[in-house]
């Protein structure tokens, strides 16, 4: 592996890095503080793929198993109107939260197999009508940490272009 790619792998790994952090961040919302973070299934499957093909390097941050199927919703968010998520993964975030259930008039009620499953379907209903927003921790991260290895990453290929013209011309 040359310098180059040593420090793409490095970039890689600082940008997943920096993602992970993004995701544990606490957030307000609706004034309240609240943790996105539940199970950590997603913060714990970011990756990266280096691909070098035709001397032209790929970065492909992406994230492994499960939760491949829900980390776009939390990047980019959801559009109103769009079709209500599951409400049985809705169901499994609520016992893994675990969220306090309320009734209309806003008491507090026991998390009986029943509240939950209204509880979940009220929230999926909820995120197709009104949709939800992104947080953006892949993309953010990226914009925090590409003015720290720009300017290396750029040398580090100008560099490496320079020995392989070298080696043709000899």
Do not use: C, H
């Not at 198993?65 to 809705?90: F, N």
Request: charged share 30%.
């Amino acid at each position: 592996m040359d310098e180059y790619e040593a420090l793409l792998n490095e970039y890689a790994a600082t940008v997943v890095e920096r993602a992970q952090s993004n995701l544990r961040i606490k957030r307000r919302v609706r004034g309240k503080v609240v943790n996105r973070v539940a199970s950590g299934t997603l913060l714990n499957s970011l990756t990266y793929k280096l691909r070098i093909r035709y001397n032209k390097p790929t970065i492909d941050f992406t994230v492994k198993g499960d939760a491949g199927r829900y980390a776009d919703v939390i990047e980019y968010g959801r559009k109103p109107g769009a079709k209500m998520p599951p409400v049985s993964a809705i169901e499994k975030w609520i016992r893994i939260k675990p969220l306090k259930l309320r009734n209309r008039q806003g008491e507090f009620i026991k998390a009986t197999e029943s509240a939950i499953k209204s509880a979940a379907f009220a929230i999926a209903k909820s995120i197709g009508e009104n949709g939800i927003e992104g947080i953006s921790y892949y993309q953010d991260a990226i914009n925090d940490t590409w003015p720290d290895y720009s300017e290396q990453l750029f040398q580090a290929y100008a560099k490496g272009v320079e020995q392989r013209l070298l080696l043709n011309f000899r």
